[in-house]
């Protein structure tokens, strides 16, 4: 009789420790089915954070940022300025790259090449040489209207560095148009001066008739001296002066130059070199 007692309570405790041992399985195993669907879950989650980081304004920048630019494919063509200064620009298509023609002034015209800028899409680097023989380089980037022509490095004295020059598109010809008639005139500062001598009141007069800026630093006498050399066709070394007369539609009408100042003056009629003594004093 004990020893039935006795392997009935070895047998209940045998049947309690395979339950409590499958309990404990069980629970392992949900316990490990339910960390497998949370990191399922949280990895759902960061695809469609990413996602939708995509295609939000803020993820996608970098794509608006390149849109935003102008592409320098639409550069080519020829450009004038408005200011004038008589200025030209021709970009042509070279191959890989760009062909520029530059007249900056009368005295100054730079053939050279010119190439994407590799941080900037919509700016093209150029490079050539100056009237006096030494590199010059600058930026050209697209604008509403045209182009803005900017110089970069230069050791030519009658440019700095950071000068900017824009130009309209002849391809437009409304604003062509517009850009010749502000640039070109026909006006003189002193139109008589071949006609008759000079007194204080001829220049008083002219200065008060003015409808125009003179170039920086130049004084009513000094204009009305080199307007009398400039409608003999006399090509100044001042690039400041030439391009003020390039300005002049009687200027640009005379067709022949001539930078020999003792040739010009042997052309003067008397009234223009007694003129001439006479604003010299």
């Known amino acids: 009789m004990m020893r039935s007692k006795y392997v009935l309570l070895m047998t209940a405790l ?4 395979v339950l409590t ?6 629970e392992e195993a949900s316990g490990e089915t339910q960390k497998t669907e949370a990191v399922v879950e949280e990895e759902k989650a960061v695809e469609e954070s990413t996602a939708k980081k995509a295609e939000s304004p803020e ?8 849109n935003d630019q102008k592409a320098v ?4 063509g020829e450009y004038v300025t408005d ?7 021709i970009i042509e298509e070279d191959g890989s790259g760009y062909r520029i023609l530059l007249t900056l002034y ?9 190439e994407i800028n590799p941080d900037n899409e919509a700016v093209l680097d150029w490079s050539g040489t100056d009237a006096s023989g030494a590199p010059i380089k600058g930026t050209i980037e697209e604008q509403e209207e045209g182009c803005l022509l900017t110089v970069t490095d230069t050791s030519w004295e009658y440019l700095q560095n950071g000068d900017t020059y824009y130009f309209y598109s ?29 007194t204080e009141g001829d220049v008083a007069l002219a200065e008060k008739s003015l409808t125009e800026e003179l170039p920086e630093g130049k004084s009513i006498e000094e204009m009305i001296l080199n307007e009398i050399y400039a409608r003999h066709g006399y090509r ?5 002066l030439q391009a003020y007369f390039d300005g002049k539609q009687w200027y640009l009408d005379i067709g022949s130059y001539s930078s020999d100042l003792e040739e010009i003056n042997e052309s003067l009629n008397d009234f223009e070199k007694q003129n001439v003594e006479f604003l010299k004093k």
């Open 236 to 240: 100044f070394e001042d690039p400041k």
């Open 14 to 17: 045998l049947g309690m420790s």
């Open 170 to 198: 002849l391809d437009d010809a409304a604003i062509a148009d517009e850009a010749f008639d502000e640039a070109f005139t026909d006006t003189y500062i002193y139109e008589d001066s071949n006609a008759c001598a000079m």
């Open 59 to 66: 993820g996608n920048e970098d794509a608006e940022t390149v």
């Open 83 to 89: 200011d004038g200064e008589s200025g030209e620009l």
């Open 21 to 26: 041992q499958g309990c404990g399985q069980k």
């Open 106 to 114: 009368r005295l100054t015209e730079i053939e050279g090449s010119a």
């Open 73 to 76: 494919s639409d550069l080519p």
